[in-house]
């Protein structure tokens, strides 16, 4: 009978536990309503529910959560995406590999129809991502005389690590197809020195595509990858999934603590994959155990010895200057606009001044593209003169994101917030107006 006597206060202790637990679950869901709402400014139980991934508050660029590889080798491009779908509602890898709306070539459904083309790397392609849900240009394109009540189809050419002369490249094959357009913007400069420079040091002709995109697939057709890429290939492989299944747990959250705890989750999924594929691109350039990286059936024009600096950035820069003539040219004689536009990045020294938040996400000290950029940016601004004088509608966005307080970049490469996104567009939008404007209408 004894023991019963210490019923009482076992009651009490699980009495003050479950009343303990309780406070602590309202206090999180409190601070997770806080949260919730500095990020999304709106209220938890009253939010907007949405299908769109993006909307979630988790960056997800580049992650394409049912495939293990996206990329595939194509014979004149260098690679394309894999076609199927894209967590973007309304998006596609379409059926030559761009993310689009649309399947290429695309005809012109009705007479106020104006089909803009859009060339370069993953800026552009999120740039025409950004126009296509947003209509910026079209909406400035309608006040001039011209273009009033008129429907922009943007035609997307750009695939992440695209550099000249895959622009002038994709926008000749789909020409020779038949596919037409009335205007074609091509935004460009980071890659064409950042991952030239990285072809170099490889031993791979800076020209050639993107070595970090293409060797990784030649590898895995060549049967040549070392163990620990295949590894690495094996870890993406089954996050994957994972990532996949927390987004929907993550989007049918029923409490703000959930989504809390969730979203760190998925971000926590998403960094380890990416960290991964950071490390897959390193452990693609070592060959296998057996040497077997030697029989390769893919040909590639190779750079021995590797060049200098001194010699590599006006290459780079002179190529990029020709391959852009060469598109206007091609467009002239089709009586086409063309719109060239470097694109800004942060490696490049500005007026810009970057927060300390925002220099942890933007800013990498083991940034294979830092060291490029600070030396690219440079010459390719010294061409401009020769662009302009081959009467390129040419226009320098390095500094168009010197003016926002806010954090314009969404990582240690290249990419923007909506900010930036935002930004772009409106410079894009301004320039193609202000330079439509000074032209007589047709």
């Known amino acids: ?33 806080i949260f919730y709402y500095s990020k999304h400014k709106q209220f938890y139980y009253t939010r907007e529910r949405t ?83 947003n209509k910026i240009l079209e909406k400035k394109l309608q006040q001039l005389p011209q273009f009033k009540g008129k429907e922009l189809i943007i035609i997307s050419l750009a695939i992440g690590g695209y550099k000249q002369p895959q622009q002038l490249i994709t926008l000749n094959y789909l020409l020779s197809l038949g596919q037409k357009f009335d205007l074609v913007i091509n935004i460009d400069g980071f890659n064409e020195v950042a991952l030239a420079n990285i072809n170099n040091q490889n031993g791979l002709e800076f020209a050639m595509p993107s070595s970090s995109h293409v060797q990784a697939l030649t590898g895995l057709a ?16 089954d996050n994957k999934p994972k990532i996949k299944n927390a987004l929907e747990t993550l989007k049918d959250c029923p409490l703000a603590s959930c989504n809390a705890v969730m979203s760190l989750y998925v971000e926590d999924l998403v960094n380890n994959y990416r960290r991964d594929v950071a490390r897959f691109e390193r452990y693609r350039q070592k060959p296998s155990e057996d040497g077997s990286s030697a029989e ?49 990045n942060q490696y490049y020294p ?52 010197d003016d926002t307080k806010e954090p314009a ?14 930004i772009l567009s409106n410079f894009v939008a301004d320039s193609i107006v202000n330079t439509l404007k000074k032209q007589p209408s047709p």
């Open 222 to 237: 060549n049967n040549s990858l070392s163990t620990r890429a295949l590894k690495t290939l094996l870890r993406i492989k």
């Open 296 to 344: 390769s059936v893919i040909y590639f024009y190779m750079q021995y010895p590797i060049l200098t600096d001194a010699k590599l950035f006006p290459k780079i820069a002179n190529h990029w200057a020709k391959s852009s003539i060469l598109i206007h040219e091609v467009l002239k004689e089709n009586n086409i606009p063309y719109f060239h536009i470097l694109q800004p």
């Open 350 to 401: 500005t007026q810009r001044v970057f927060s300390e938040a925002e220099k942890k996400v933007a800013f990498s000290q083991d940034s294979p593209y830092q060291d490029a950029v600070k030396k690219g940016y440079p010459f390719l601004l010294k061409e401009v003169k020769e662009l302009k004088a081959n009467q390129i509608n040419f226009f320098d966005g390095v500094s168009i994101l």
């Open 409 to 422: 970049y969404i990582d240690n490469c290249c990419h923007y917030q909506k900010i930036g996104e935002n």
């Open 51 to 133: 299908e769109d991934l993006q909307n979630l508050g988790i960056n997800l660029e580049g992650v394409r959560v049912g495939e293990s590889v996206v990329e595939r080798l194509h014979p004149y491009f260098g690679y394309v995406q894999k076609p199927g779908p894209d967590f973007r509602p309304g998006f596609k890898y379409n059926n030559y590999g761009f993310i689009s709306p649309y399947d290429y070539p695309y005809i012109k459904t009705n007479k106020n129809q104006v089909i803009v083309g859009v060339l370069g790397g993953s800026v552009a392609g999120n740039y025409s991502i950004y126009e296509v849900q």
């Open 1 to 33: 009978m004894k023991n019963f006597k210490f019923l009482p206060q076992v009651k009490q202790g699980l009495k003050i536990g479950l009343i303990n637990l309780v406070v602590l679950f309202v206090l999180l869901e409190i601070g997770s309503l």
